[in-house]
């Protein structure tokens, strides 16, 4: 009986993924299928009549198993793209999203953190895979870093992704809720992409999201603050005079994450647009 070919497995694949009601079923199909070849989704036209060996069948079938019971595209593939980095990415931590790098960006361009000291302190808080401070320390390899996660294993995943990365030694890793026991006026920045969905949207997110993903990176209490709201006088804290804190934040949220940062204490509040025009990134100096 001869071996079934790509375009046979990915046509059988995307109607399984459909009837399990999965979203974008021939695209996930797809990137499955190039990662078992080991060539460019964009490349499958050129193979589609190849037969799969039953090594890599196995790989593809295995792979299918699992999106179609809704577990995230790059849990499958193990790894995402942010930033131009190459990340490991698995259940120990939230899966980066292309919101988060305008949170890296706003960092980046923020000339008066950067003109100020010649090697500035930065705390990436809530690490998660890493993304956020593994962006900045590619880019800005003469400052400083912090890393701090509650969570163990996802500060373990973010030490994986740095040492693949050859970025491991630039940066300190440390267990702990938020940013306490950091000295006091001892960072330059903080940086955070904190939890901030309001519990009562929990049920409401895609079942990938909400079977698969830590739910603690992601619940940020009744009004998706709570996280927020703790890490704010710290941060206060923890800066030096004209410190910058950035913030990513939810949709809706702006004005009450600027007056928080009010209260404590900051000033020259300004928020940024994501490209669908949500105010995503709030970000203030102390003064």
């Known amino acids: 009986m001869a071996e079934p070919t790509v375009l046979e497995l990915l046509a059988s694949a995307a109607r399984r993924l459909e009837v399990a009601g999965i979203e974008e ?18 490349e499958l036209p050129l193979r589609s009549r190849e037969p799969l060996v039953p090594p890599a069948f196995r790989s593809f079938e295995a792979a299918v198993q699992r999106l179609a019971i809704g577990e995230p595209l790059q849990y499958v593939l193990g790894d995402v793209e942010f930033m131009g980095l190459v990340l490991k990415t698995d259940p120990r931590a939230l899966i980066p999203r292309p919101e988060t790098e305008l949170l890296v960006e706003t ?12 090697a500035p302190f930065l705390a990436d808080v809530g690490t998660g895979t890493g ?7 590619s880019r800005r390899p003469a400052a400083r870093y912090l890393a701090r996660d509650l969570n163990r294993p996802a500060l373990d995943l973010a030490r994986e992704n740095a040492i693949r990365l050859g970025l491991a030694l630039r940066i300190e890793w440390a267990e702990g809720d938020l940013l306490e026991g950091v000295p006091a006026a001892s960072l330059d920045a903080v940086v955070s992409n904190a939890p901030y969905v309001p519990t009562a949207q929990w049920e409401t997110l895609t079942r990938s999201i909400r079977e698969f993903e830590p739910r603690t990176a992601l619940d940020g209490g009744p009004d998706g603050l709570a996280v927020i ?23 809706g949220q ?12 900051f000033a ?9 025009g949500r105010e995503r990134v709030v970000f203030g100096a102390k003064r």
Do not use: H, N, Y
């Open 229 to 251: 709201r703790r890490l704010l006088p710290q941060t206060f804290t923890t800066l030096v005079t004209e410190g910058i804190v950035f913030l990513e934040i939810g949709d």
């Open 107 to 118: 960092v980046l361009a923020c000339r008066p953190l950067w003109d100020r000291a010649r």
């Open 268 to 276: 020259d509040i300004q928020a940024r647009l994501d490209l669908s």
């Open 25 to 42: 079923a021939r695209l996930k199909a797809e990137w499955a299928m190039s990662r078992v070849l080991g060539c460019r989704r964009l």
């Open 131 to 137: 993304c956020v401070v593994l962006a900045l320390a």
């Open 254 to 265: 702006a004005g009450a994450v600027q007056s928080l940062m009010a209260e404590c204490g």
